[in-house]
Structure formats: structure tokens, C-alpha cells
């Protein structure tokens, strides 16, 4: 058996921290670096390029997306503010002791391949050799701006830069962009714009946040698991019933099926629309000065157009041929491990329909006992060398996903976590369990002292 190597973790946020805890708990030497000052990737507002604005708040709800073992407080509301999730990442690097294994205010400038691990080049100027590297540097840093015929005179800049809804007061504001963050960001210039409209490129179906009373995604949760093509009748006839029929809005009908794209928790923005606070757009056309033109054949004078047009996912300190790449993203087998070199992993480039921390720790887990194994070698590391070079798992749970770059690398969560149910039964890896990683908590370690 050969000694595991030191890993390298780029990013100190959600994922960062879910594989600091399991390195911990399986003897895993390893470094974090964190580019910040402090933890929480892009939750901390303070952190440079950070998207989070004033208003965020999670559209997974509390209880379906909290670290294993680590709730959130009972006194936290069902969908958390981006205050509280940052306080919650505090408190669990703390209670976990991660704090110690974190190099903060430190970039990972470049990590290249040398001798059958990782050259890493640090800010500090600084060059340290790992056996192997985990990217979880996150995914929303570089914005994505769409072009479009013609020129815009008015203030034009991607919702990355926006913070609270005082920057649109005494403007005529266009959001372009229907994703949460678009829809959220829409109802904030719904409140506070002299006129505000939202631009779609398509039609979209809008999930409550509670059905019945009950978080939408606790509610999912809780109930029988149906064939996706039936749950998706299901909830689409629920829909119809809760939201009726949204061309009244001036929106579009939806050129899919309910869960054929990301999502979309959002129903304030429909209550705005009905209200005549903000109206809806088709995609555009072009620009002329402060003249926007859409493709009905309207026009609207606007001041400022914020693109909530989403980002590319890069991983800056490593040369992209490094990864296989789909549709811009990178291609892995479970959205994990590399195929090409044995010591490259990532955690968090993936896109779900579900809550993702608690998944995250599930992931790490698997990413921890790979590294382990492979350094013990033998039948155990032959064989999840074999899945990562020929495996090829069906993650979409039977959803034909619209045909965007997004969704290219989409995963059903229901389907995500059945395959890695079917890894670990074919490897002999027990799933997490509740207390196992107590011995972590930094009041069981001070008794044990």
C-alpha cells in the first residue's frame, strides 16, 4: 500500500468545504486554498465577484439543503437569505475545525502536471507539488453577456454587479434573463423602477415555492416516487391549477415540459406581471440608442438593461485541455472524477434539480475513498478505474432537457443519487450515516482531549 498523497483544493465555499470535512474524516492529507479572506465562495458578498445580490435568498429550502449531520437553525425561515447561508458556512467550518486546513487570502494561480501529480503555483509565488487536485472554484465568476444587432447608448452590465434595487430608482429598467436570479432581480425593479420589464427568450413554467403549504421541494420529497413522465403530468396539471394560463401575463407558453429546464421557484414575479408592476418581453431584436426592439414588433425606452444571462464555467488555473469539455462544460464521469487523468477530480460543476449540500457531501465522500483506494491499489482501485473509463450512467431520470448549454451536463437528482447508490453497491462503499463525522465536532474533540 502506498501513503496518500497530499490533494489540493481550490475553494473555500460550499463545495471546498464538504471535501475538507470528508478529507478529515478519512485521514486525507490535504490544503484548501481560498482566494478570500474568509469562507463561503460567492455567498459572502464581500468576496470579488460574487453575484449575490441584497434580495437572494435559496430556492431550496432549509431542510433539503443543509450539510449531513449539520441542520440548518431551527429559526431560520424555509428559504434562508444569503445572510444566513453565509453564517451557516461559518458556523460549520467551525464546528469541523476546517478553519486550520484553510490557506486564506492565497490564489491558485496555475496547477499543471508533473511526475504523475500536481504542479501548483500559488499568488505568494510559492510552487508546491500534490499528488492530486480537486476543482471546486465554482461556477458563477464569469459572466456571460449576449450580443444582440445594433448599439446601446443606456448603462448595459450583467446582474453579477447588481446588489439592491436602489440602483434602479428614476430608471426604466430591462431584465433580460428568466432564470431565478433574473425573476428575482425582475421583482426588485418591479418595486423600485420608474418602469421595468423582464425580456425571455422562451416560455417558462413557474413552481411555488410552497405547495400546500409545504416547501415545494419537501413536499417533492415526501411523497410517492412516480415514473417521471407521470410526475411530470402531475405537476404540470398542478400547475395549471395554481397558476393558470400565463399568456394572460404576457408571457409565452412554454416550448417544453416541466422539468425540461432549471427550475424556476418563483411566483412573485407573477404577482407583479398581474399587477402591471413590470411587463413581459419577448427576446430582442436589436438595439437602437436607448431603444430597445423586440421581436413582436415593440419597442420600449430604457435606461438600464441588466443581463441575468448566466456565466461561463472556467477553471482558471488549469489549462482546459486538462478536462474534456461539452457544450462548455466539463465532461466527467458523475460530474467527478476525470477520465483522462487519474488525478484530477471536481466538485461542484454540476447543475441539479435539487437541493445541493447534501449531495456535495455524498460526492466527497466518493471523491475521498477514490483517492484512498487508488493509493491502497488492488481489486478495489481496479474497479472504480474501470467505471470512471467505461461507464456510461443515464443522469436525466428520463427528462428530454431543452437543448441550451446549460442543461447539457443537467442531472435529475433523484437519478444522480441512484447512481451513486449502484457505485457504491458495486464498490462495497457504505453510504454516509448519521454521527459519522461526530468525531470531527470540535466540542468531541476537546473531550476527547
Not at 50 to 66: G, R
Amino acid at each position: 500500500m502506498t501513503e496518500i498523497g497530499r490533494v489540493c483544493v481550490v475553494g473555500g465555499g460550499p463545495a471546498g468545504l464538504a471535501l475538507a470535512r470528508s478529507f478529515l474524516a478519512r485521514n486525507i492529507p490535504f490544503d484548501v486554498y481560498e482566494r478570500h479572506s474568509d469562507v463561503g465562495g460567492l455567498w459572502d458578498q464581500t468576496n470579488p465577484g460574487s453575484p449575490v445580490y441584497d434580495s437572494a435568498h435559496f430556492i431550496s429550502s432549509k431542510t433539503q439543503s443543509h450539510y449531513h449531520d449539520f441542520d440548518m437553525p431551527e429559526d431560520y425561515p424555509d428559504y434562508p437569505s444569503n445572510r444566513q447561508i453565509l453564517a451557516y458556512m461559518h458556523a460549520f467550518a467551525d464546528e469541523y475545525g476546517l478553519r486550520p486546513h484553510i490557506r486564506f487570502s492565497t490564489e491558485v494561480k496555475e496547477a499543471a502536471p508533473e511526475n504523475g501529480g500536481w504542479r501548483v503555483t500559488l499568488s505568494t509565488g510559492e510552487t508546491k507539488h500534490y499528488a492530486s487536485l480537486v476543482c471546486a472554484n465554482g461556477t458563477n465568476w464569469h459572466a456571460s453577456l449576449p450580443s444582440y444587432p445594433g448599439t446601446y447608448t443606456g448603462e448595459m452590465r450583467h446582474a453579477q454587479s447588481y446588489r439592491s434595487m436602489d440602483e434602479f430608482k428614476g430608471k426604466r429598467v430591462l431584465v433580460i434573463g428568466a432564470g431565478n436570479s433574473g425573476c428575482d432581480i425582475a421583482c426588485d425593479a418591479a418595486q423600485s423602477a420608474d418602469k421595468a420589464f423582464i425580456s425571455m427568450r422562451r416560455g417558462y413554467h413557474f413552481i411555488p415555492k410552497h405547495l400546500f403549504g409545504i416547501p415545494a421541494d419537501a413536499f417533492a420529497a415526501s411523497g410517492p416516487q412516480l415514473p417521471m413522465w407521470l410526475e411530470q403530468r402531475v405537476f404540470g396539471a398542478v400547475l395549471r391549477v395554481l397558476n393558470g394560463d400565463l399568456t394572460r401575463l404576457g408571457l409565452q407558453k412554454p416550448d417544453h415540459r416541466i422539468f425540461e429546464t432549471h427550475p424556476i421557484l418563483n411566483t412573485q414575479l407573477l404577482h407583479f406581471l398581474a399587477h402591471g408592476d413590470i411587463k413581459a418581453k419577448p427576446d430582442i431584436a436589436r438595439f437602437d440608442g436607448k431603444t430597445v426592439h423586440f421581436k413582436d414588433g415593440t419597442s420600449e425606452e430604457i435606461d438600464l438593461v441588466l443581463c441575468a444571462t448566466g456565466y461561463s464555467w472556467k477553471v482558471p488555473y488549469l489549462d482546459a485541455k486538462n478536462f474534456k469539455w461539452k457544450h462548455g462544460r466539463p465532461d466527467l464521469y458523475m460530474n467527478l472524477f476525470s477520465r483522462e487523468n487519474p488525478n484530477l477530480y471536481a466538485l461542484g460543476f454540476m447543475e441539479t434539480n435539487g437541493g445541493a449540500y447534501k449531495l456535495f457531501d455524498q460526492m466527497a465522500d466518493l471523491i475521498a475513498r477514490t483517492i484512498a483506494a487508488r493509493a491502497k491499489g488492488g481489486a478495489e482501485a481496479q474497479g472504480i478505474d474501470k467505471l470512471i473509463a467505461t461507464d456510461k450512467p443515464d443522469l436525466t431520470g428520463g427528462i428530454h432537457f431543452v437543448g441550451s448549454d446549460r442543461h447539457a451536463t443537467y442531472v435529475e437528482i433523484a437519478s444522480y443519487r441512484k447512481q451513486m447508490n449502484r457505485l457504491r453497491k458495486l464498490l462495497g462503499w457504505p453510504d454516509l450515516t448519521d454521527g459519522c463525522f461526530d468525531k470531527l465536532r470540535v466540542g468531541a474533540k476537546k473531550e476527547a482531549a
